[in-house]
């Protein structure tokens, strides 16, 4: 196996390996087999790092949540909440594309109550950053609640691009569909 290799290094390639395999294989490649071999170390060492399967399957959909929401915070960060929400529902949709086992995971987590663990501070950070739109009398709903339709209309475009399949009508282009969502959500949000 491994020689002298950081502790630090083995558990990233853990989850480098869990990652990558329930992108391309869902959680049915991603076994604690798969992902040991694909790491070079034995089940104990999973188990170490990370409790179980479950956890390391966990700490892969946290740390895939992250990265698609870190487009959220660089666009906020550089032009405002609706900069930052464009970006995000952006980054969303081209992860669902990219990356559809691993968005519907993320999905399936959500639904069965346990979603990735920055969810609630991502929504509690967007219903702050709204705080001015809604001092200023933008918001048609109060901020918290603007953060959670957001999440919700968000989720239901992430659902229809992974499931998408068969469900496109004749003359229907899915970029459209999304880009027009995304302007309805926002206009049923924000005054004009």
Known sequence: MRMEISQVDVKRDLLRAARQLL??????????????????VTPPTLYHYYGDLEGLHKS??????????????????????????????????EFAHSEPNMCRIVIQQIMAGNPPSMVSETLRGLAEDLNEFHRRGLLKFNPEDTAQLLWMSALGALTYAVSKDGLVLEGSEEPVLQKALLEITLGALFES
């Not at 946290?62 to 870190?70: G, I, N, Q, W």
């Not at 666009?75 to 609706?82: D, I, Q, R, W």
């Open 60 to 93: 892969a959909i946290d740390e895939t949540y992250l990265e698609v929401a870190k487009a959220y915070h660089g666009g906020a960060e550089e032009k405002g909440p609706l900069k930052g929400i464009r970006d995000g529902w952006a980054t969303f949709l």
């Open 23 to 40: 992108s391309s294989e869902g959680r049915e490649g991603a076994t604690m087999r798969a992902i040991c071999a694909a790491a070079g």
